[in-house]
Nanobody, 127 residues
Framework: QVQLVESGGGLVQAGGSLRLSCAAS????????MGWFRKAPGKERESVAA????????YYADTVKGRFTISRDNAKNTVFLQMNSLKPEDTAVYYC????????????????????WGQGTQVTVSS
């Protein structure tokens, strides 16, 4: 069975950095898509970033572009999210997701297109 496990969340001050990791087991996703989503209290889940492993195609939400970087380690079947210049509005539970298909760019930010989800890791940014 596919299992996604996030780690790296925590409490940081505004302007600080965190690096999230998502380790996948049960199958490889090198030919498909993995992404990060987040949900803040009282808000809908939103896309953050995604990567199509085979070609390195990436997507970033406008709110994080230039501050966050998504990357992968194919050998370890792991995707990372480097978060710099964190803001209080980045506070949320961050979820890792994986798709069985190589999503086209316009679908990479749509939660409904992903097949597997992790349990989430809390990121809290203080002002």
């Amino acid at each position: 069975q596919v299992q996604l496990v996030e780690s790296g969340g925590g409490l940081v001050q505004a302007g600080g950095s965190l690096r999230l990791s998502c380790a996948a087991s049960g199958r490889t996703f090198s030919g498909y898509t993995m992404g990060w989503f987040r949900k803040a209290p009282g808000k809908e889940r939103e896309s953050v970033a995604a990567i199509r492993w085979s070609v390195g195609l990436t997507y970033y939400a406008d709110t994080v572009k230039g501050r966050f970087t998504i990357s992968r380690d194919n050998a370890k079947n792991t995707v990372f999210l480097q978060m710099n210049s964190l803001k209080p509005e980045d506070t949320a539970v961050y979820y890792c997701a994986a798709s069985d298909s190589p999503l086209i760019f316009s679908y990479m930010s749509r939660a409904g297109r992903y097949d597997y989800w992790g349990q989430g890791t809390q990121v809290t940014v203080s002002s």
